[in-house]
C-alpha cells in the first residue's frame, strides 16, 4: 500500500523558513517523480513543484508564485522528498501535500497534509 | 497557464440522484484531465484519470468522459457517502492546474 506521510509543518513568522518532509513507502521511491501541492482557503488547490528520479537528473520544475523562493529536494536512502521554503509570505499559508506521480498521472497518491501558517 | 473552470461551483442533491459536473479547459489538454474527491479535514483522493479511468476501489457510480476541452463527471445513484467537494486537474502540461471545486451537498 502506497503510504505518504508529510512532516514539519508549524507556525512561522513572515520572511522566515521552513523545511517540510514527505516520507514515503509501498512503492519503488527512487525510479518515481514526486510533486507538491498546497491548498488554501482562497486560492483552493495549487501545484507548487515536482522532483524527478536519479535516471531523469532530480530534475525539479516550480510554480511561478514560488520560484526562487522554495526549492525540493530528496534523499532516495530514505525514501523522503523535502520542501525547503524561504521568505515566506502569508499567502503562503496553507496546507502542503506531497503526491506520488505513476505513469502519466503526475499526482496519484497524496499524503495526509502538514499545515504550513505564516503570521506574525 | 491553462485555466480550469467548473461548473457549477455548488450543488444541491438528494441521496439517489444523477450528478454531473461540468469541466472546461482553455486550450486543449487531450485526455489529461483527471478527478478527485474531498471531504472536510482530509487529503483529496484520485477517482479518475486519463479522463475516464477509475483508479483502484473507486465505485462504478461514478464516471468520466470527454477529450481536449470539455469534460465532465457524473456521479450516478448518489449516496450518502458521495456529499464532498469534487475537483478537475490537468496534468497535459506544466504548471498543473486545478479546477475552483464543485460541491455537492
Known amino acids: 500500500e502506497v503510504l505518504l506521510v508529510e512532516s514539519g509543518g508549524s507556525l512561522v513568522q513572515p520572511g522566515g523558513s521552513l523545511k517540510v518532509s514527505c516520507e514515503a513507502s509501498g512503492f519503488d521511491f527512487r525510479d518515481s517523480a514526486m510533486h507538491w501541492v498546497r491548498q488554501t482557503t482562497g486560492k483552493g488547490l495549487e501545484w507548487v513543484g515536482r522532483i524527478r528520479s536519479k535516471v531523469n537528473g532530480y530534475a525539479t520544475m516550480y510554480a511561478a508564485s514560488v520560484k526562487g523562493r522554495i526549492t525540493i529536494s530528496r534523499d532516495d536512502t530514505k525514501n523522503t522528498t523535502y520542501l525547503q521554503m524561504n521568505s515566506l509570505k502569508t499567502e503562503d499559508t496553507a496546507v502542503y501535500y506531497c503526491?506520488?506521480?505513476?505513469?502519466?498521472?503526475?499526482?496519484?497518491?497524496w499524503g495526509q497534509g502538514t499545515l504550513v501558517t505564516v503570521s506574525s | 497557464d491553462i485555466q480550469m473552470t467548473q461548473s457549477p461551483s455548488s450543488v444541491s442533491a438528494s441521496v439517489g440522484d444523477r450528478v454531473t459536473i461540468s469541466c472546461r479547459a482553455s486550450q486543449d489538454i487531450s485526455n489529461f484531465l483527471a478527478w478527485f474527491q474531498q471531504k472536510p479535514g482530509k487529503a483529496p483522493e484520485p477517482l479518475i484519470s486519463?479522463?475516464?479511468t477509475l483508479e483502484r476501489g473507486v465505485p462504478s457510480r461514478f464516471s468520466g468522459g470527454g477529450s481536449v476541452t470539455d469534460f465532465a463527471l457524473t456521479i450516478n445513484n448518489l449516496q450518502p457517502e458521495d456529499f464532498a467537494t469534487y475537483y478537475c486537474?490537468?496534468?497535459?502540461?506544466?504548471?498543473?492546474?486545478f479546477g475552483g471545486g464543485t460541491r455537492v451537498e
Open positions: 503526491c506520488s506521480q505513476e505513469g502519466d498521472f503526475l499526482t496519484a497518491r
Open positions: 486519463a479522463s475516464s
Open positions: 486537474q490537468q496534468y497535459h502540461s506544466y504548471p498543473v492546474t
